[in-house]
């Protein structure tokens, strides 16, 4: 069979070592799937990533992964090899050869090989790679005991050094953020833009809830548009909450009902102290409960089949 990326597919490869990963349009044993030392992914952090998550057989909200992903390499000049369609249908295909119908699923697609310069054009293909696997960022008792969460010194970069709404392989910024967030013991770091405003945190979106409705920063706060908190949103609105994305400041959390974080990992998870000082009563708040409550019966009931081998 001739399959996405218009390289030869083995359909299914039997492997008793690990993950099967697909690697430029081929599946491969988790030990056989290596890049080279020359591509500017690994070289510059020179590319984009999705984190994708499959829930009871079907993929969450795809197409709008897929959106991010080709937006995001739009954005650092990258051209993917492959149409969104071949994408989807790689995804899909490498989750079938892993036999996962609950997983993560990291898709990343590099600058490809280059010489030891900047220039991009010097590189040929694109590398692109689709590893399905697991993930638990938290321990399951901080849902209900809500997350620890620090102020980073390190300031979120800017849109106009980079646009964190690239979801781009050079992390560091966060990363950076991260090793701030483990010095303190705590489990996240908000990340404030340059003008002192919430952003996001180091991996995930935040909300606040307060007067019976929920808060987020708006994209201009300079964050990723997360996936999940656009479900979230949706969820919110459609269980009667009001939904305003607009900015607020460290000081705004303090005083409100309820805080949490969304992302594709992490899902819906609250966080009940900031800078050592305690968020409301300090415990997980019902509106945070509601929404995790709808986002379980969204992720059930939607999502792109994985589908059988025909
Ligand atoms: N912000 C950042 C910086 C992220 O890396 C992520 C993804 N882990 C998110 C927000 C959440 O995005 P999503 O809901 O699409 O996973």
């Known amino acids: 069979m001739r399959g996405p990326g218009g390289v030869g597919l083995v359909e299914k490869v039997v492997s008793r070592m690990g993950a099967v990963i697909y690697m430029d349009g081929q599946l491969v044993p988790e030990a056989e799937a290596k890049v080279s030392v020359f591509d500017h992914g690994l070289l510059y952090g020179d590319g984009v990533f999705e984190g994708i998550r499959a829930y009871h057989g079907r993929v969450f909200r795809l197409t709008q992964h897929l959106?991010?992903?080709?937006?995001?390499?739009?954005?650092?000049?990258?051209?993917?090899?492959?149409?969104?369609?071949e994408m989807e249908q790689a995804v899909l295909l490498t989750l079938r050869a892993n036999e996962a119908r609950d997983a993560y699923i990291r898709l990343v697609v590099t600058r490809g090989c280059g010489d030891l310069g900047l220039d991009p054009q010097k590189c040929?293909?694109?590398?692109?790679?689709?590893?399905?696997?697991?993930?638990q960022l938290y321990d399951p008792a901080l849902y209900v005991k809500g997350l620890r969460l620090i102020t980073c010194r390190t300031r979120r970069i800017s849109a106009r050094a980079l646009d964190?709404?690239?979801k781009s392989l050079n992390y560091l910024n966060n990363i950076v953020a991260k090793v701030e967030v483990t010095n303190a013991s705590a489990h996240e770091g908000i990340m404030l833009n340059e003008e002192g405003y919430v952003a996001e945190c180091?991996?995930?979106?935040?909300?606040?809830?307060?007067h019976g409705g929920v808060v987020t920063p708006p994209p201009e706060a300079g964050i990723l548009k997360?996936?999940?908190?656009?479900?979230?949103m949706e969820v919110a609105k459609s269980k009667g909450y009001r939904v305003a994305e607009e900015l607020f400041r460290i000081g705004d959390?303090?005083?409100?009902?309820?805080?949490?974080?969304?992302?594709?990992?992490?899902?819906?998870?609250?966080?009940?102290?900031?800078?050592?000082?305690?968020i409301a009563d300090g415990v997980a708040g019902p509106v945070t409960g509601d929404l995790?409550?709808?986002?379980?019966?969204?992720?059930?009931?939607?999502?792109?089949?994985?589908?059988?081998?025909?």
């Open 202 to 210: 180091t991996g995930d979106n935040i909300f606040l809830v307060r």
């Open 124 to 135: 040929g293909r694109p590398t692109v790679f689709i590893i399905v696997g697991k993930i």
């Open 164 to 166: 964190p709404s690239i």
């Open 67 to 85: 959106e991010r992903l080709y937006d995001s390499a739009l954005g650092i000049h990258l051209s993917i090899p492959l149409s969104i369609g």
């Open 253 to 278: 959390l303090l005083p409100a009902d309820e805080c949490f974080l969304t992302g594709t990992a992490a899902e819906i998870v609250p966080a009940t102290s900031v800078d050592g000082r305690q």
């Open 292 to 310: 995790r409550e709808g986002f379980s019966a969204l992720v059930a009931c939607e999502g792109t089949p994985i589908g059988t081998d025909a």
């Open 226 to 232: 997360g996936v999940t908190r656009g479900a979230v």
